[in-house]
């Protein structure tokens, strides 16, 4: 397909370009395949701004009389205007961007076609896989086992090639477990506890259906994670009551008699459309200048988002818990184990393991519980929260984990190697990105469309040495320590870097963060004279 | 007197732990010994002892700084003692009682009185360029005459002759007559303060009326003065009905009469109580928590002050208009949004001493009853009401709004809190300067900006910026209901678990420290390479000498005022191990929702 079949109009003059923080300037409007190119003419300055496609939302055109103003919303939340001379440049205009800003095929994506000067398709990419998380942690080697049940992704579409198993199972049991969980996702290990030896195992929900079927390599499997040891937890990210109800779909949980050396124990967290209307309901109030406090107020409890923040914090937070402070193992899943168990298990590392609290390690994490992992980005983030298409399968949930992270980081501003910058690059690379990272929703589907050959790697992207010394936190302090979040509602804030980000008083804010920088390299310099 | 309880427990409101301890009650203090736990008599605001438990008597008590403890003593008798003693020690006799009196910090008399004349008024009117050729000092109160509840001395426009200035105050509640109280120089504007007029439905008085005229004409740049009532227009309605009311913009020629609604003292009380009963008691869901903040009305209130004082710093900066500034008494709403006002137009109001001078100017000469709004006596509990407290998070909203922009941190707003109601200097008791005057505060107390002073370092905002300050001098906010939050180190002040673990503020202050401690080595250093191409032996030794002198590292307390407060920021210190291992799993009794760090 050629991209100019939709370009019909590809350059305006005399455009003005209302922006917020900026005031409106006129210039010339270009439209290519992937961006809306907008350069000031004016005299004495000389502003461009250079938008993706794919980061637009939604588009509201207006025409009145020879004219037409198109508004955009982005999905890292901007609202841009643009006033076009010509009603016929406009509508071809807006036509443009609908069509461009939301192709389906990804390899016409324009990761596909990015090509930074510093940037070799030949670099590494990624960061970690469970191959190199099993190298490294030597102590798994005895009761562990790297398997490759998975390496043309027959058993779990989903899941990388290599995983993690209890060495003790073979892998035509794992085939067998596989059979027994929803989408194949059968347990596997995304976190080793060096302190006591204790583990985190995530997979999906059981399919025991209506009649409770059973399934012994399942059960064996589970065992074979507790080992010597006398129990360990099952956190189903549903109420138990959802669970009762998933028996009637073919779904299910581990049942007390066939799991006796496993307590189960519920947690309902939000997933799926619910999820979505919240952050659409939560931008709408951020949106509307007309609220009043008590108006505002009330939106911002009717949207249930911090209410979302609050139970993914205590959720991870009882995992922990369970594996730091009681000694034992936790296998986390939901019904799909794309989503809430992710989320949970990211968040829990977060507390207790110091390595994933570097930049790297950070996103090394992300890498593993998120991308190899299968979670679905390409349908989660299709679209955010200005959009008005039917919904389909968006979610923002690693929005909600960017939130979290966020929460973290304002209760331990010293433990975390990152800075907010990082979660808002993420918040917005996540939706609309030139890096190839956040495509397709497996590891399978990316290696199809040659995503690893052909589009460059945003984690690597971010290690240069330049783009790191940015994203990283001037007051890192590294603690071996597990950092224990406060859920108290009263600790807990609106993220208003992300969600207020487009107003005066968050580049107030910005300014003092930059200020800390600086002092604190002007500081280091002096230390070190 | 002092009275010792032993094998009292001390629980935590917002989890299932406690501590053992000792109680004790001296003539100031209660103090429970494990915790370190110091407390003001004059803090507690209540003390409640609930029934009798299986394991022992629970004794609640509220302080004025949000502090709420909850004890539980074994016997019920011992209880009862320290309910009935603390009953008695709440209900001081008279001024004469309260700890001002007896505070002594080991200063002589000479030092005293220099504490007492660090903030000095009559320089601070003529920072702002006053007097000057349209506005004087006048005599007319000197003797507290006119308006008892004045200071002595005020400024006035020159053309407003002393039978004007009586005439008016006649005409006003409490003879509180309109006189200057900032005076923004660039545009010769004016922000004047006084009561309401006692227009009832007709009533009218030339002097006043010709008081507001020599208002007006004082000014320039305006052929107009605004007149702010602060109050909701249905309450200065009703006021009508009383003698009182507001002016008649028919009969005062050249004035733009605007009502800006800011509830009363009545509904602020009711409105924090509400705000604390929702936070107060347990644990919360965030629903609970957004909707009990939503119903209590408290962020509507703070943004409603917030609103008119940018509504009065647009008319005097931008449109070069004078304002008169009243609601009833002229001395709850009209202080707080003239001392914000002046806050939003001039710089030197955030720095730490420019704010001493504000809340000294527009609070305590001006006469903010602070006995009566702060309880200091155990008066009328229908005059309690947390007026200045609410002035203090406005000025904090702004702070999170403009990092860079204020000298102070908020601990320093916290330590002033923390001493309106401590009673421990003379600078806020009683309600006007005439009875601090006859109670001699200045021979027989101490004043606390003198302290306060002493004790800067703990205060400042490491991210001030003098140049920002230069750049934008006028401080524009936004008041959309988003940009407004919880304050949550005021309410929860004392609740460690709900605090981040690590402080950004207090880190970046050690940094900036040790940075001066090695500059200062640095410079040293360079002496020594100095004296050394002079001398040249015994270098060594002397370069070791500076650089030891970097080991000795400060400690930076968020607040250092007084001991009971320095427990409760998050150090990281003194955490750790300090949940002991539990026998039942975490997961069942969760105490999940308590901010720590632990091995």
Redesign the interface.
Same mark, same amino acid.
């Given at each position: 397909m050629e991209f100019s079949e939709h370009i019909k109009t590809a350059n305006v003059e005399d455009v003005v370009l209302r922006q917020p923080l900026h005031p409106p300037s006129r210039g010339t409007l270009c439209i290519t395949g992937h961006h809306l190119l907008f350069s000031d003419r004016e005299e004495g300055s000389s502003r461009q701004v250079l938008l993706l496609l794919r980061n637009i939302d939604a588009i509201e055109k207006r025409t009145s009389g020879s004219s037409g103003t198109i508004t955009i919303k982005c999905k890292d939340l901007q609202v841009l205007q643009l006033d076009i001379p010509g009603m016929e440049q406009c509508l071809n205009i807006a036509h443009s961007i609908e069509t461009l800003s939301c192709l389906d095929s990804v390899s016409e994506m324009y990761p596909f076609f990015y090509r930074p000067a510093d940037l070799s398709l030949q670099d590494q990419w990624g960061l970690s896989s469970p191959e190199s998380y099993y190298s490294q942690m030597k102590e798994l080697h005895g009761r562990w086992r790297l398997s490759s049940v998975n390496r043309d992704y027959s058993v779990c579409p989903s899941y990388p090639p290599a995983v993690i198993v209890p060495n003790s199972i073979d892998d035509d049991t794992l085939r067998k477990v596989a059979k027994f969980r929803q989408g194949g996702r059968f347990p596997v290990l995304c976190y080793y506890h060096r302190k006591n030896g204790m583990v985190i195992m995530r997979s999906s929900q059981p399919l025991t259906g209506a009649n409770r079927k059973r399934c012994k390599e399942d059960e064996l499997l589970l065992q074979a994670v507790i080992d010597g040891s006398d129990k360990g937890?099952i956190i189903d990210t549903r109420s138990s009551q959802q669970a009762q109800q998933a028996r009637m779909t073919g779904g299910g949980f581990e049942s007390k008699s066939c799991y006796s050396h496993w307590?189960r124990?519920h947690r309902q967290m939000e997933r799926g459309k619910a999820l979505q209307e919240s952050l659409i309901k939560l931008v709408e109030?951020?949106g509307d200048?007309s609220?009043?406090?008590?108006?505002?107020?009330?939106k911002?409890?009717n949207s249930?988002w911090?209410?979302y923040?609050?139970t993914a914090l205590?959720t991870a937070?009882?995992l922990a818990?369970?594996v730091?402070?009681?000694g034992?193992s936790v296998l986390v899943h939901g019904s799909e184990g794309t989503d809430s168990s992710l989320l949970i298990s990211t968040l829990a590392q977060l507390i207790m393991d110091p390595c994933c609290r570097t930049l790297d390690g950070f996103l090394a994490l992300l890498e593993r519980e998120w991308l190899q992992a299968g979670h679905p980005f390409q349908q989660r983030c299709a679209h955010s929260a200005y959009s008005h298409t039917r919904l389909q399968q968006e979610s923002p949930v690693f929005l909600l984990l960017l939130d979290c992270v966020w929460q973290l980081w304002?209760?331990?501003?010293?433990?975390l190697g990152f800075s907010e910058a990082l979660l808002l690059r993420l918040a917005t690379e996540v939706y609309a990105s030139d890096y190839g990272t956040f495509l397709c929703n497996s590891d399978q589907e990316r290696c199809a469309v040659g995503v690893k050959d052909k589009t460059h790697c945003l984690f690597q992207a971010l290690l240069r040495p330049r783009e790191k010394d940015y994203y990283s936190n001037p007051?890192y302090e590294p603690?071996?320590?597990?950092?224990?979040?406060?859920?108290?509602?009263?600790?807990?804030?609106?993220w208003?870097g992300f969600?207020?980000r487009w107003?005066?008083?968050i580049r107030?804010?910005e300014?003092?963060q930059e200020?800390?920088r600086n002092?604190?390299i002007?500081?280091g310099k002096?230390?070190l004279? | 007197m002092c009275l010792q309880v032993e094998q009292v427990r001390l629980l935590d409101r917002?989890s299932s732990k406690s501590t053992n301890g000792t109680l004790y009650l001296t003539a100031t203090h209660l103090i429970f010994l494990q915790k370190e736990t110091f407390i003001l008599h004059h803090h507690i605001a209540s003390v409640e002892k609930l029934s009798l438990t299986t394991t022992g008597c629970p004794l609640v008590i509220q302080c004025r700084n949000f502090r709420m403890v909850q004890f539980v003593v074994q016997r019920e008798r011992d209880c009862h003692d320290i309910y009935s003693s603390l009953l008695r020690l709440l209900r001081p006799g008279g001024y004469e009682d309260l700890y001002a009196f007896s505070y002594n910090p080991k200063q002589n008399d000479q030092q005293r009185e220099e504490g007492w004349q660090l903030i000095d008024l009559g320089a601070e009117f003529e920072r702002m360029g006053v007097p000057c050729d349209q506005w004087q000092l006048t005599d007319v109160n000197r003797d507290y005459k006119v308006c008892e509840t004045y200071p002595r001395d005020l400024y006035v426009p020159i053309t407003a002759s002393k039978p004007i200035i009586v005439g008016s105050s006649k005409f006003r509640s409490k003879g509180r007559f309109p006189v200057l109280t900032y005076f923004y120089q660039e545009k010769k504007a004016a922000v004047c303060r006084c009561s309401q007029p006692l227009s009832g439905f007709s009533a009218r008085c030339l002097e006043d009326e010709s008081l507001l005229q020599a208002i007006s004409k004082a000014n320039h740049n305006s052929r107009f003065v605004y007149v702010m009532d602060t109050r909701p227009k249905l309450n200065a309605l009703a006021n009508r009905a009383a003698g009182k009311g507001y002016e008649n913009e028919d009969n005062y020629s050249n004035i733009r009469f605007q009502f800006v609604g800011i509830e009363n003292i009545h509904v602020m009380r009711a409105s924090l109580q509400k705000l604390l009963e929702v936070?107060g008691s347990r644990?919360?869901?965030?629903?609970?928590?957004?909707?009990g903040?939503?119903s209590s009305?408290w962020?509507?209130h703070i943004?409603a002050v917030v609103d008119a004082a940018i509504f009065l710093t647009k008319a005097v900066t931008v449109e070069g208009v004078s304002v008169l500034v009243h609601c009833s008494d002229g001395w709850d709403r009209t202080a707080q949004v003239c001392s914000l006002g002046s806050l939003l137009m001039d710089p030197y109001y955030r720095t730490i001493k420019g704010f001493m001078v504000l809340i000294e100017k527009d609070w305590i000469s001006f006469g903010h009853k602070f006995a009566d709004r702060c309880d200091q006596l155990d008066g009328d509990p229908k005059e309690v009401s947390p007026i200045f407290t609410q002035f203090l998070e406005c000025v904090w909203q702004l702070t999170e709004?403009?990092? =860079?922009a204020f000298e102070f941190s908020e601990w320093f707003l916290l330590q002033i809190h923390e001493h309106v109601h401590s009673c421990q200097y003379g600078n806020f008791l009683g309600n006007n300067q005439r009875q601090r005057e006859e109670l001699q505060l200045r021979e027989r107390t101490h004043s606390l900006w003198a302290f306060l002073m002493s004790e800067k370092q703990n205060y400042l905002n490491?991210?001030y910026?003098p140049a920002y300050s230069e750049a934008h001098p006028v401080l524009e906010p936004?008041t959309?209901?988003?940009?407004?939050?919880?304050w949550?180190n005021m309410y929860?002040q004392f609740d460690r678990?709900?605090?981040?673990? =690590?402080?950004?503020l207090k880190?970046?202050l050690t940094?900036?420290e040790?940075?001066r401690k090695?500059?200062s080595t640095?410079q040293a250093l360079e002496t020594v390479k100095v004296q050394r191409h002079e001398e040249d032996d015994e270098q060594e030794e002397v370069g070791e000498e500076a650089m030891e002198s970097t080991d000795t590292e400060r400690t930076v307390e968020g607040s250092s005022g007084t001991d009971s407060r320095k427990q409760s920021y998050g150090e990281l210190e003194g955490t750790?191990n300090s949940d002991v291992?539990k026998e039942e799993?975490?997961?069942v009794s969760?105490e999940?929702?308590?901010?720590?760090?632990?091995?």
């Open positions: 937890y307590k124990l109030a951020c200048e609220n009043n406090m008590d108006r505002w107020l009330s911002l409890e249930k911090l209410s923040v609050q205590s937070g009882l818990e369970c730091e402070r009681d034992h304002r209760q331990f501003p010293l433990a007051l603690t071996e320590l597990a950092i224990w979040p406060s859920v108290h509602p009263q600790s807990l804030q609106l208003r969600f207020l107003t005066q008083q107030h804010l300014e003092a200020e800390i002092m604190v002007e500081w002096l230390a004279s | 917002f936070i644990p919360l869901s965030m629903s609970d928590y957004l909707v903040l939503e009305g962020l509507r943004k709004q403009f990092p =860079q490491p991210f910026s936004s959309l209901p988003y940009h407004f939050k919880f949550r929860h678990s709900m605090h981040p673990r =690590q402080s950004i880190t970046i940094l900036r040790n940075s090695a500059e640095l750790y291992a799993p975490a997961v969760l999940f929702g308590v901010a720590r760090m632990t091995c």
